[in-house]
């Protein structure tokens, strides 16, 4: 079977497009499925569309996926759309008038006439509801490779990492502002690691984020996942996620999640992963303070290792390319 994936990786700002599309591709290949991904339009590009059976776009917004999906309709290929979390209402609001705009004119044509819409959470699928009613939508989450953590001495004090993309979407600043307000955060170590993708968001919090370790992800050489399994607990305060990978790879590291309200695991606490928050003092402080009271009379490397196994047992490549195979057999009938 081959699958054409229609995606403007080629830009400078794929808003985490590369970090979802490569591996799901790189992953498929071993099950013997062919996927070529749209870099620019062209014959081969047309050929390509021509040749495949179902044709995938990801992301939105793009003059050359809209290309795509028009020549993909002309020759009756089976449509897939992966909106990546663009439509969902807060990276609606960025640029609101401009996307408005694009909505009208081909994006919810998009979105009415696919075959099928594929999302990676429930929350997505929820907020896709409530452009297009589309009853073809389909939940696959993102897959991530296994990582086995080292066991290690019991800690006397936690560590706390912010690790995401330097944007106002993920509510750093809301974040450090919290931290530097109250003393009683003076006791805990927050590092804050991220490329940074918002420059002038970056400046204006320049000034308050020397009084925290900042790192910048590209000078980290080594596994992520080593650097990560240093702490103990991420910080997630971000307003808006599609999915939020960072969430299975800071769990993967043994590390409990705060997050905010706003993302797709809703169910953390159930699981005893984690917990949901709205971000303030009070709430932050209060979710640290349980944590670290039940953190020290633990035993800390077999919790680390329940965050761990989760995921191994739910979101594994493994798992997530089995399911990726049975949609697009499915679409391909």
Known sequence: MIIYFCS?????????LEKSIIPIKKKLKTTGLKIYIFKKINFKTIKNIFNCKIVHIHGCWSFSNLICFIIS?????KLIFSPHGMLDPVPLSIKK?????????YQKNILKLSD????????????IRRLEKNRKIIVIPHGIDNYNIKKKKNKKKIKLVFFSRIHPIKNLKELIEIF?????FSKYNLDIIGKIEDKKYFFEIQSIIKNFNYINVKKIKKNKYKMLEKYDVLLHPSKSENFGIVILEALLSGLYIIAGKNIPF???KKNGLGKNIIFNKNNLSKSL???????FNSNQYKLKLHYNNY??????????????INFYTLVSK
């Open 116 to 127: 099928y819409i594929l999302v990676n959470s429930k929350l997505e699928k929820k907020n």
């Open 266 to 268: 809703n169910s953390l």
């Open 73 to 77: 309709k002309f020759l009756k290929k």
């Open 180 to 184: 530097i307000c109250r003393k009683e």
């Open 289 to 295: 303070i349980q944590f670290q009271k039940f953190f």
């Open 97 to 105: 008038l401009k996307k408005k705009i694009a909505l009208f004119l």
């Open 311 to 324: 995921v191994k047992n739910n979101f594994s490549w493994k798992i997530i390319a089995k399911k990726y």
């Open 8 to 16: 403007d990786l080629n830009k400078k700002k794929s808003f985490g």
